[in-house]
């Protein structure tokens, strides 16, 4: 197994939406393993395939039931889906704010407000349907990788004056390490 370098804010590969993966193999499997290791090693509590530079639609997370993968990940939108929740207490317009962080903006953590529960479909590595889901950390770290997979990082769900100052803080960073 490997250990990969994070990708960190400023990387192109951060902001492009992933593609499906098309071949569920042992490349894939060798790659969900060194995810899980490079996410532990972090220390994280999940890692979308882009953070380590790979444009695939691929996460993995540990909300504390042990390491899951989660291949070409769907949010299910209740609402919009007609599908009944695997749940079963669910308050759509639930919503909660907590500081999160992000293994591609180390060191940094902001007020983010995301849908109190979140549920998600995608294949595991033996190609069969699973789903999670959740709230708390579960449905957060869902949220979150998804995200990821859409080129969208934790700095987008900013209000504007908060993401403003987060911009300038990262850059004011930059140029002191540089």
């Known amino acids: 197994m490997a250990i990969y370098p994070?990708?960190?804010f400023g990387d192109p590969v951060l902001r492009t939406s992933c593609a499906a993966v098309t071949e569920i193999d042992g490349k894939l499997a060798t790659l969900v393993a060194d995810m899980i290791e490079?996410?532990?090693?972090?220390?994280g509590v999940?890692?979308?395939a882009p953070q380590i530079g790979i444009g695939r639609r691929v996460v993995v997370f540990d909300a504390g039931f042990g390491p899951k993968e989660l291949i070409n990940p769907v949010l299910i939108d209740v609402a919009a889906s007609g599908e009944k929740p695997p749940v079963d207490e669910y308050d759509p317009d639930e919503w909660w704010l907590f500081d999160e962080g992000c293994l591609s903006v180390p060191?940094?953590?902001?007020?983010i407000e995301r849908p109190?529960?979140?549920?998600?479909k995608g294949l595991d590595l033996d190609g069969n349907e699973v789903e999670y889901?959740?709230?708390d950390?579960?449905?957060r770290v869902l949220q979150h990788e998804v995200?990821?997979?859409n080129g969208s990082l934790l700095i987008e769900r900013l209000d504007r004056a908060t993401k403003k100052q987060a911009l300038r803080d990262l850059r004011n960073d930059a140029l002191e390490l540089g």
């Open 6 to 8: 994070i990708r960190t």
């Open 38 to 43: 490079t996410m532990y090693d972090a220390p």
């Open 46 to 48: 999940g890692l979308a």
């Open 107 to 111: 060191g940094y953590f902001w007020p």
């Open 116 to 120: 109190a529960w979140a549920w998600a």
């Open 133 to 135: 889901a959740g709230d």
């Open 137 to 139: 950390l579960l449905g």
């Open 147 to 149: 995200d990821h997979l």
